[in-house]
């Protein structure tokens, strides 16, 4: 049977994809942030998963104003990265998981969650920043990766109770997929950051902190904060933590904690990153 352990959580900042691909990593403002990631690059190697469910947000790449979906699934083969505007990073194209993400589909849209499902679709940093993070800069990505996007970006955004619910409709649709696959579902971006207006660079380290705690431990009350404190507390980009609870939502309520750093800053934004395994 599929069946998922661990969870991953991280931070998508895009100047991390450019401190990688211009060799930036070692200076002493980037080795800070790629120290924390030394451990997990090893975990992967020892843990590799058959594939990921990643969630994560587009930023105005493939979606725009044209086409605003809550929640989209790829369904797809393949899905080239995006060209941002300074060129396409020079990492592979990521390799779906068609089989796995169709019964997703079937089984997350039976249990109420309407999905787009997106058979072609490109991704942006969003979702490449995490995976160079976690497996360094590999001639392919390791494993096939199911790329779930959430609006986070165009008002109205989704609740974190919804995103820690579809979460839980997740797991049940994993668990029921007839194959055998160790599945490791990823939720990305934030932690506290804001880009623009009077409070652009507002970063939360006691909020983010709090936040890292209670998603590992009280996870279900989490879920209740409003959209409006994440905005009030972590900036109106910290707004993209509610990704982490669709991954948290896919776990046990108990779970053991593997790893966790936090640092600021990379560029605007603090980074937080926790890998969770499930007790059994
Ligand atoms: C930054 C962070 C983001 O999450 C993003 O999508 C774009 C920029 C930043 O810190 O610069
Ligand atoms: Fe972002």
Redo the contacts with the bound molecule.
Sequence with gaps: MAKIKHSVYT?????IGAAIDLGKDQEPYWKKVFDGYEFSKQWEKDNKPDVIILVY?D?ANNFGLNLIPTFALGTGEHFPTSDEGWGKRPVPDVVGHPELASHIAHSVIQDGFDLTLCNEMEVD??LTVPLSLMFGQPEEWPCPVIPLHVNVVQYPVPSGKRCYELGRAIRRAVDSFDGDLNVQIWGT??MS?Q?QGPRAGLINAEWDNKFLDRLIEEPAELAEVSHIEYVREAGS?GI?LVMWLIARGAMDADVDLIHRFYHVP????AVGHLILENKD
């Design positions: 931070s998508h900042v895009p100047a947000n930023h940093h969003g971006g934030g950051h880009l980009e993209e990379a560029s605007n934004t």
